[in-house]
């Protein structure tokens, strides 16, 4: 996801940059239903501090806005969201900080709304239903199959970590939307497009 550098620059989902103190703070505010659904205000402030001389790093990560519609189930959503963030965050920090990466994010067409629709996911990965965090897997993705370790697992979220990729599956048809698929490649020959476009066909056919 790429931030204009600047304060007033463009940010993701048709936002705006509303604070730029690079390490130190960075602030970004949404007031797009369209561009995200369920809310008339998304905003996320995080704040970077020192402690310990420099040997340690404070983050205050705050996500506010206003939800339209099922605002407790939403509300919910949200939190879920958080928690595997800040995981994925700790995951980048112990086996990849420094490294550049590619991002690339995609969601299922409507159909990947039903109820089953993460199972279903799962299943066409090939993960046994009864695989945990920490369990080694060999996951079927699109291109080839993934030698990956399950760093986290519910009801709502897959992780899926190899030697050189974090992919993230979001089980956003608990939360009334299509699920998704994020991927941070710090491969040398990492492609951000051609792993979108992969990933899309991938889900367009599973829920096809």
């Known amino acids: 996801m790429e931030y204009e550098p600047r304060e007033g620059g463009a940010a993701p989902s048709g936002g705006t940059v509303t604070r730029w103190d690079p390490p130190r703070h960075l602030g970004a505010r949404v007031e797009d239903p ?3 659904p369920g809310q008339s205000l998304n905003q996320l402030d995080l704040t970077l501090e020192p402690r310990d001389g420099g040997r340690r790093t404070w983050l205050r990560y705050v996500r506010g806005g206003i939800f339209t519609g099922a605002a407790d189930d939403r509300y919910d959503g949200a939190a ?5 963030h800040l995981h994925t ?3 980048y920090m112990a086996y990849f900080a420094g490294r550049p990466v590619a991002f690339s994010g995609v ?37 080839g199959d993934l030698d990956a370790v399950i ?10 970590r190899t030697d050189e990729t974090l992919h993230r599956f ?10 998704g698929i994020s991927v941070h490649d710090f491969g040398a020959l990492a492609n951000a497009k051609g792993t979108e476009l992969a990933w899309q066909d991938w889900l367009d056919h599973l829920y096809g």
């Open 80 to 84: 879920r969201h958080t928690d595997f």
């Open 34 to 36: 369209d561009r995200v």
């Open 107 to 143: 969601h299922g067409p409507l159909a990947s709304r039903a109820p089953d629709a993460f199972v279903r996911l799962a299943r066409a990965l090939g993960l046994p239903d009864d695989a945990t965090d920490g369990a080694r897997v060999r996951a079927q993705a699109p291109g």
């Open 151 to 160: 760093d986290f697992r519910s009801r709502y979220f897959i992780g899926l």
């Open 89 to 91: 965050l700790g995951q």
């Open 170 to 179: 979001f089980g956003r048809n608990h939360f009334g939307a299509p699920v």
